[in-house]
Structure formats: C-alpha cells, structure tokens
C-alpha cells in the first residue's frame, strides 16, 4: 500500500511522503514542460556576474478571496487550479475526472493519504493532455482526492511543478514566477528590494526532496522555535493545538474568540479559534500582540501552516538553489483574522521589520520597479482582486477601473470592480458593473449570483431575481457548488420548491462522503419542511445529515420542524430542546417548540417559548404564518 501523509489546511496540502507513489511517473513530462521554457526566457543580470532566468510566460494568478488560482485546460477544456504550494502533487477531484473525461490509472491501487480530516483513499487519474502557460504536455497524472476544492477549481497543482526551480510568489501582483539562478551562491536574491526603502528577511529552509519537496523553516513563537510549512493552499495560516498549548495558549484561555471551521482531504471537519500571542517572529520579522489562529489540524513534523494571507501581505522567493527564503512586507495585516475583532493599534497589525540587510544593486532596483506594474488589462484586473483578497478596497477599485478601460468588453473585470466595489460599500456602484458585467455575457454565473446576492442584501424582490437565478442555473454545471448558493436564494425570494432543485442538483452528482454533503442535506430537509410538502423525503433528509454529523444543531432544528409539520410533536420538542442545550439562541427552534407544547396543552410554557423567538427575531410570527406555520 502507497502510504502518503499529508498535512491538509484549508485548501490542501501534503506535508510528508513516506513512499514516492507511482503517481510520480509523470513529473518529467512537465519537467521537460517547464525547462523548455526557462530555455526560452531571457536572463537578467542581478548584483555582479548572478543572473535570473525567469519563465516566461509568468504563472498569472486571479486570487478569489485568499484562493491562488491559475488557468490551465485538461483534455482541452478550461480548468483553474490551486496554486499550492504545499501539495506535494497535483491534484484533482472525483467530480474533474468525470467532468473532463480523464482516465482512471488501474497500474495504481490502495492509495492512502492522511490530512487535516484523516484518512482517505486516493487513486489515480491521467488527463490526455494538460495545458499550462501556453504549452501542452500528454499524458499527465493526478491524485485523485477529496471532494470539491472551491471557486470552482478543479484540482490543486501541487510540487511536481514548483519543486523544478526557485519559485517567486508575488501574490500581491498576480503572480508566480518560476526562475533559475546562475552563479548567485552568495548573491542576495531578493532582487525586488532596496536595503535602504524595503528591507528584506531571510531564512534558511530545508533541503527539498522528492520525498519532502516542502518549504518548511523555523519561527518563534512567544519565544519558542517553531517549525513552520509555507502552504498556498492553506487561506489562512494557523497553528497545531499542541503549538498553540506550549506557548501557554488553550481553547479555554482568555480573550479567545470562535475562528470557524476548515477542511481538507479527510472527512473530519478541524476547528479553529483565534488568540493573542506576545510575539510571533519569522526571519527579521517580529509581531508583537499578534492574533493567531490555532486549531485541530494535525501536521505531519510542523507546528504552522504559513498560508496565503501571509503570501498576499508579502513577496515570497524560495530559493531552493540556495536553501533559503526571502520575503518582504507589502503592507497591512499579515494574517487574515476574518472572524477576529480589529487590532488595538497599528502595531498590532504590522510587523516590526528589523534591521535591514544589505547587498543590492540599482540594476535589481530598476528591475524591480519595471516587475511590478502591470502591463495589461488582465495585469491590473490580477492585482486588484489580490487587494481586494487584502481588504484593500481603494486600490482594487482603482486598477480594476483600469482594467475596464483598457478591456472594456471583459465581463469578469467589470464582476471583480463590483465585488471590490460592494466590500467598500458602494451597493449602488457595485450594482451598475454587476449589470455591466451580465450585458456584456450574459451567462456569467458569478455576476448573475452576485447581483441576486446584492439585491437580496438589500430586501428587494420581484421577477428580476428570478429571472437571474433562473439563468445562473441554466449556465452552471450540474455539479458546480453554486447550485447550493442558488437554493439559498431561492429561499430568499420565498421559492423553496426551486430550491429543492437547486440542492438536488448538487447532492446527486456528489458522493455521500463528500463534507459539505451534511449541510447540503440539511438544506433540503429544510426547504422541504418550510413547503410542508415531501416531508418524508425530508425527514431522511435530516437524518442522513444527523448521521453524517451527529449532534449538530441548526440539523436538529431542522428535523424538528419536520415533526412538527407531521403533528408528532414529542419528538419535535425533542430536537429542539438538543438543538438549544447546543445553541440556546435559536429562534426557529424556540418558537417551534412553542408551538410544539400549545398543541401538547403546555400553554405557559409555550408563550414563553414564543415570547423568546420573538425577542430574538421579531418577524419570526408573521414568516411562519406565511408558511403556514402557526398555533
């Protein structure tokens, strides 16, 4: 059996391998694929006699929230993938090897990998043809693994790619650029720096291997060494319970706060909680009072993922040529603390730089400067949905804007400055490029989606956001995890019937052990038991999903609103008094077990539960009773 462990973060990645995996068979063709086009690339002079060879084309990079993503084709047709870094092979998911007709490898069997949710069997499967950056390469293997990866992605890609040279990830701008040093031993190789305007850090990292293609270094935190992963992949960085615990930190510790849920290849979902550390220091770089997510992700030999927040807050070069890391700081906060409280202070959210280290020349300077403007339409629109992916709405608004002027019939651009444009709350401007945006393609899935969002956002209703579901349904895969977004606004726009469809859709092209399934489920249990109709279709619904993931509250509520549709109103107070022991503030489960007991004669009891959903939602009376959902 092929026995591979990995550490998978939010979006994945593999972390150690014990065995090599006949999966590997397939590295020299894009081996040969990418050093055809270092070949090709011109080199530039750095700093003495070292000169870069960059690939050219460079890797672009559209970044969807803390998502890298890159454009590639399997079979011929378009496909994004993960730029990740820290997945030791590229991978793809059931659902890819049926939408792009890819063929199952039967030479390799009993495939294990091991993530952040457990165990999980893998096999393996060969596109036909894979093309990236222009160039196309036959017959190319992929693990298959996982379920859906998200933003529409097909599959990571992994190190088979980004272990072939030193790897320059400028998130920031939109970038990865694959590069080969010539004669830089001892050349400082953060050549975008000026030692005297934006110092840069350094730091030793492992010797990458077949076996460990990984870029792990050390950290301090609190103080104590650390060993950290530098993970793509992984939206947002976060530390082993066990790190977390030895710097004095526990889920139960004060001034902790709920970080969310992740998942990863496995079936467990790992939960994070987010807390103040005294220092966090990587290289030159110190963060005093730093906020840190901490979770049950079990690594494989680390302590931290380093994930994508911190790439897009900094310019990362790893110099597998030298053993080394350099980065710089772009500014802003350097971990994404999404579900956190804003930092006290500026020096809560940004690094102490440090002394500057010295050695660069005015050559590398001008070089630089020339690197990090954009020189197109797609150059602008990739730097400004990574400031958008940084909070950094001013400037995404401004090169987005660009974009659309230089590429005025590019639906996607006119979406992005809408996103950027409605996270800056400017609903009315970010509505006009949604509009844009469906002129100029009609089936824009994202831009049909958003727009609905926006206006649900703002309570409208009517035909158009029908109108828009209906056609964003017509233009998405039948397996695309839209479709779940589509349910919920169906829901919104008071059409559970159509959202029975829209989740339908999702369910029966995904297998049961698929993590969102449970939720999926949950959904349609709900959707059904607000029609009161197909409530025994609902009832299996919600107990698939209990199943799945016992003990989970808003399932619970769920079922009992089942139950209480079908008059067994014992089991429906059941559920809802577990699902409130979990959560004490649900207003659907309060007020439908209120309606439980006035059937059951407990009619004190059932006012005062009623009384409470109402406090907590003071419409909840008159939306039931539009469902018919009453005493």
Not at 219 to 248: C, E, P, Q, W
Not at 384 to 404: K, M, N, P, V, W
Request: aromatic share 8%.
């Amino acid at each position: 059996m092929h026995k591979i462990k990995t550490n998978k973060g939010a979006a994945g990645c593999a972390i150690r391998t014990s065995a090599p995996g006949a999966a590997r068979r397939g590295a020299p063709a894009l081996s040969l694929l990418l050093f055809a086009l270092l070949l090709l690339a011109t080199p530039a002079a750095y700093a003495g006699k070292c000169t870069i060879v960059r690939m050219q084309p460079e890797l672009a990079v559209t970044m969807r929230d803390l998502r890298p993503l890159v454009h590639a084709q399997i079979n011929g047709r378009d496909a994004m993938f993960i730029a990740d870094s820290g997945a030791f092979f590229s991978f793809v998911g059931p659902a890819a090897v049926r939408e792009f007709q890819m063929r199952p490898d039967s030479s390799v069997h009993d495939l294990l990998v091991w993530g952040v949710g457990g165990t999980e069997h893998a096999q393996v499967a060969r596109a036909k043809t894979f093309t990236i950056i222009g160039m196309t390469v036959p017959d190319v293997p992929f693990v298959v693994a996982g379920s859906a990866w998200g933003d529409g992605a097909a599959g990571l890609l992994g190190q088979n790619v980004f272990r072939l040279a030193d790897v320059e990830y400028d998130l920031a701008n939109g970038v990865i650029r694959l590069v080969r040093p010539k004669d830089c031993k001892d050349t400082p190789l953060a050549y975008w720096a000026s030692a005297a305007d934006k110092p840069y850090s350094v730091i030793d990292i492992d010797f990458a291997t077949a076996r460990e293609p990984h870029t792990k270094a050390i950290a301090y935190l609190n103080g104590t060494k650390i060993r950290v992963v530098f993970d793509t992949g992984a939206a947002t960085s976060v530390l082993t319970l066990d790190a977390a615990k030895h710097a004095g930190i526990t889920p139960n510790s004060e001034g902790v706060e709920p970080g969310g849920l992740g998942s990863g290849i496995g079936h467990k979902v790992a939960q994070s909680w987010i807390a103040p550390f005294a220092s966090f220091k990587i290289g030159d770089e110190e963060i005093k009072h730093a906020r840190l997510r901490f979770g049950t992700v079990e690594l494989v030999g680390a302590d931290m993922l380093i994930g994508a927040d911190f790439f897009l807050s900094h310019r990362v070069y790893v110099a597998s040529s030298q053993r080394k890391l350099y980065f710089t700081y772009n500014g802003g906060p350097v971990f994404n603390l999404a579900t956190a409280r804003a930092p006290a202070s500026a020096a809560d959210a940004q690094p102490d730089l440090g002394a500057p280290v010295a050695g660069e020349s005015k050559a590398a300077e001008t070089a630089a400067a020339l690197l990090d403007q954009p020189t197109d339409a797609a150059g602008y629109a990739r730097r400004g949905a990574a400031s958008t992916a940084r909070h950094d709405y001013q400037s995404a608004i401004a090169d987005l804007t660009r974009a659309c002027e230089l590429a005025p019939t590019e639906s996607s651009f006119f979406y992005e400055r809408g996103i950027a444009r409605w996270s800056n709350t400017q609903a009315d401007m970010a509505l006009t490029d949604f509009d844009q945006a469906i002129k100029l393609k009609p089936d824009n899935v994202d831009a049909l989606v958003a727009r609905v969002s926006l206006r649900a956002n703002r309570h409208d209703s009517g035909d158009a956001l029908i109108a828009d579901l209906e056609a964003a349904d017509r233009a998405a895969p039948k397996d695309a995890a839209v479709h779940m977004r589509i349910g919920r606004l169906y829901e919104y726009a008071e059409q559970p019937a159509a959202a029975v469809v829209q989740y339908s859709k999702w369910i029966d092209s995904h297998p049961r052990d698929d993590l969102s399934m449970p939720s999926a489920l949950n959904s349609r249990c709900w959707a059904r038991a607000l029609m009161g109709q197909g409530l025994e279709q609902a009832l299996a619904d919600c107990n698939s999903a209990l199943k799945l993931k016992p003990n989970t509250a808003a399932f619970l509520d769920s079922r009992g609103l089942v139950y209480l549709r079908q008059n067994n109103y014992d089991k429906a107070i059941a559920d809802y008094d577990a699902a409130l022991r979990l959560q004490p503030k649900i207003a659907w489960s309060l007020y439908g077990r209120g309606l439980a007991k006035l059937h059951k004669g407990k009619g004190a009891e059932g006012q005062t539960d009623l009384a409470a959903a109402i406090a907590l939602e003071p419409k909840i009376a008159e939306q039931a009773a539009a469902r018919g959902i009453g005493p």
